[in-house]
């Protein structure tokens, strides 16, 4: 039997009436104990002033949470939108920043052309192509006054000692065209093949492309090869006119050190000791001078290399053409009249030089003679992006259809060459 039940059974007892107890209010969410609560008991009393207390506590922290809780959905919200906003800002940022990085290389690369047109714009020791193409027309008239000098010299030693015709002064060198060249041409044929052969020489000893400067050892050459490599891919790359401009003044500078010009010396002499000992190959008798190699130095290896150096450190681009590499590359080929105002020829026959009103007679198809071979290549002067421009004209050997007047009057060698044929 319940509480209730016991508290009615004892007022009957008693025959008075009791104080009913206050019914407890379950749905406030309190679980029911083993008895009931009452206020009268004391002990229960205070439980309820507990339970209401801690009641009150839990509906103002839940008002709190509550609160909370919107607070921190209203920051939620608005944390979303503003990540939204930056990533919207940053998106425009990172396109500011493409753009600004594109203005930023473009202003660079402007920067960088007015640097290069500034430092172009800069006085440099240029020489002018007038003074290359003398300095060029000079060289191949030393040479055949060098070669003039040694057959003269020879003819009078050998004079004063000898009676008779004089001996053959060329020889074809174990080269097959030479030697056909020598056979069909035996009265001034080697004179022509030796001038022939030295500009070969040249070519491939002084003024050879791969050459960066002449007397500059192979360590030096790779350096300043690896820096213009790499001004070339630089950021921005450096234009050719610059670059070349830089290894102008490089070089030019350097030329006045004392290491290259003990180290050009050695290089001048070794090319002239082995130029001298292949032109022999062909013209022995330049070993038969006492200064043989001296005169060779001279007259033409020290012109030749003088050119060369105010070539190579040039902000300027020069190049001689045709590349002629042995003298088996005979160009025998038919030449046209039209033709004639773009070499200079000279005529086998008559030793003389063509001109253009040269009273030549083409044949039917206007060709005036053949081209026979390259006595001095062609010196034209390059810009980058430019047609080449011709300094000096290529000097070719050639066989005119029709002689060109008489001969000049005959030498020693001419009449000794009669006198060995009536024999």
């Avoid at 030693?157 to 060198?173: I, Q, S, T, W």
């Avoid at 004179?191 to 500059?216: H, K, P, S, T, W």
Wanted: glycine share 4%; proline share 5%.
């Amino acid at each position: 039997m319940d509480l209730l039940s016991d508290s009615l059974s004892a007022t009957s007892s008693r025959g008075q009436q009791q104080p009913l107890p206050r019914k407890i209010d379950t749905s406030r969410g309190f679980a029911r104990s083993s008895g009931e609560l009452t206020e009268n008991n004391p002990a229960d009393s205070r439980k309820l002033d507990n339970l209401d207390f801690e009641l009150q506590q839990k509906k103002t922290e839940l008002s709190r949470l509550e609160s909370d809780y919107n607070d921190l959905l209203q920051t939620h919200h608005a944390t979303i939108k503003e990540n939204h906003n930056l990533k919207a800002w940053t998106t425009q940022l990172e396109k500011d920043l493409g753009a600004t990085r594109q203005n930023k290389s473009s202003i660079e690369l402007e920067l960088q052309a007015c640097k290069d047109d500034l430092f172009r714009l800069q006085p440099t020791a240029q020489i002018p192509d007038s003074d290359i193409a003398q300095s060029y027309d000079d060289l191949n008239e030393q040479i055949s006054s060098w070669m003039e000098g040694v057959i003269g010299r020879f003819e009078a030693k050998y004079r004063e000692r000898h009676h008779g015709p004089l001996p053959n002064l060329f020889h074809h060198g174990d080269v097959a065209a030479a030697a056909d060249f020598l056979a069909d041409h035996p009265m001034f044929g080697g004179e022509y093949l030796v001038r022939c052969y030295l500009q070969i020489l040249l070519q491939r000893m002084v003024f050879a492309d791969n050459i960066l400067l002449l007397g500059l050892n192979e360590s030096q050459t790779a350096l300043f090869q690896s820096i213009e490599q790499s001004m070339a891919k630089s950021k921005p790359p450096r234009d050719t006119g610059s670059i070349k401009t830089w290894l102008s003044e490089a070089l030019s500078a350097l030329t006045t050190t004392a290491d290259y010009q003990q180290s050009s010396r050695k290089v001048n002499g070794d090319i002239v000791t082995q130029m001298f000992d292949e032109v022999a190959r062909f013209f022995p008798i330049v070993k038969k001078e006492q200064e043989g190699l001296i005169i060779l130095w001279e007259n033409v290896v020290r012109p030749a290399v003088t050119l060369a150096r105010k070539i190579q450190t040039s902000p300027t681009y020069y190049e001689f053409l045709p590349k002629i590499a042995s003298l088996s590359q005979f160009r025998y080929c038919d030449i046209h009249r039209a033709e004639l105002p773009n070499y200079k020829l000279i005529d086998i026959a008559s030793r003389k030089t063509l001109k253009v009103n040269s009273p030549v007679r083409p044949n039917e198809k206007g060709h005036i003679g053949t081209q026979i071979m390259v006595l001095a290549p062609a010196l034209y002067r390059r810009d980058p992006g430019q047609a080449p421009l011709l300094l000096v004209k290529e000097v070719d050997l050639v066989e005119l259809h029709t002689p060109l007047g008489r001969r000049q009057t005959a030498t020693a060698r001419e009449e000794d060459a009669n006198k060995s044929s009536l024999i």
